[in-house]
């Protein structure tokens, strides 16, 4: 084994820019997949993250009119939902979360800014099932809020910003429709690219209860529900359905009567699509590192015919077809382990330097996956297996004779 080590560093010396030459198209190879999958990795935990904004499989439901006619009653009746209909679907389904939502503009003023603002009326359960992370030193409403109709807001960070500038507006009053609120916490920052009723930063949350009393709004404008177990998540919509059809007298089949967004079906969708992108990259990122491997298989056969007589000679003092051929397959292998793992280590270099671009924002941040450095290593360990395979089977088979006379 250290011979053919000892070889390997004479034929290198020997001819330095074919070495170097052949070196450069495994780095490049390499790097082009690893940086490949790297970005299309971050890209889509960035995309995910930003679909994710709304909340982790929530189902957005809201009340419409039959489309059916059912047990003698006409189709086109409207369905009006309250917060009883919400609390029947708490203690009927197992392992949901649910929280009703009415919606209204409410004129927001302290001070002489006046604006005005979507106003949500929510249940305490609303923040988990709408990933609504208050910031430090606040909180979202919370039961006894809700009990009690108190008088607390919890409001979105921009628009806390526009309200407050650089203010904190936690323990602070505002006005809404001309009453008081006392303000519990703030958004956490988020990133969101989908919404039903405008994005979370520029909204006002306060407890169903109080709304309700305010305005005198008596039926939900929708309402919210996810699933702990995602997988049950179109089980949990099915359930629903019959439930609010038993209650209210419509056919369970009516699929206009009660409006599903189910967000785990865009989940899905877009996981499929960034998983065909990411192999998309990794085939354009594989042919770049095959004309590397191309060019190692042209190197290797040009070192054969260098060496025929050398072979020839190895071969009549005794040595082994088989020797012979391990000692190209190890030559080659080692040439592609060192472009390879210079390859990976320029990969690393830029994705570590990567944030400091402030580009992440857009494309996330690239990272090496365990599932794409071992992909990156089968197909480099299998591209400088082929392209030493063949020069060196035709090392293996030269007549000793023959080649003596070369």
Known sequence: MLNIFRQLMRDTRSQKLRTLLTLFGMIWGTAAVSLLLAFGDGLHKRLLKDNLGIGNGVVIAWPARTAMPFEGLSKGRYIKIDDSDIHLLRNKTFGAVFSAEYMQGFKLQRGTKVLSVGVSGVDPDFSEIRNLIPEAGGRFINPLDQ??????????????????ARESPVGRTIQLQGSPFLIVGVLKKKTQNSSYSGRDSGKI???????????????????????RDISQTEA??????????????FDPGDEQAIGFWDTTENTKFFNSFMTAFKIFLGIIGSLTMIVGGIGISNIMNVVVEERTREIGIKMALGAKPRMILAQFLIETLTITAVGGSIGMLITMGICAVFPALNLTEYVGIPTISTGAAILTITILGLIGFISGFFPARSAANLDPVTAMKM
């Open 147 to 164: 009990e009690l109709k108190r008088r607390v807001a919890f409001i979105g960070n921009e628009l806390a910003e526009q309200v407050f």
């Open 205 to 227: 949350y306060i407890p169903a209860a109080t709304f309700r009393m305010m305005t005198g709004q008596k039926y939900v404008g929708n309402f919210v529900f996810f699933s």
């Open 236 to 249: 949990l919509i099915k359930n629903v359905r019959q439930i609010m059809a038993a209650r209210h007298r």
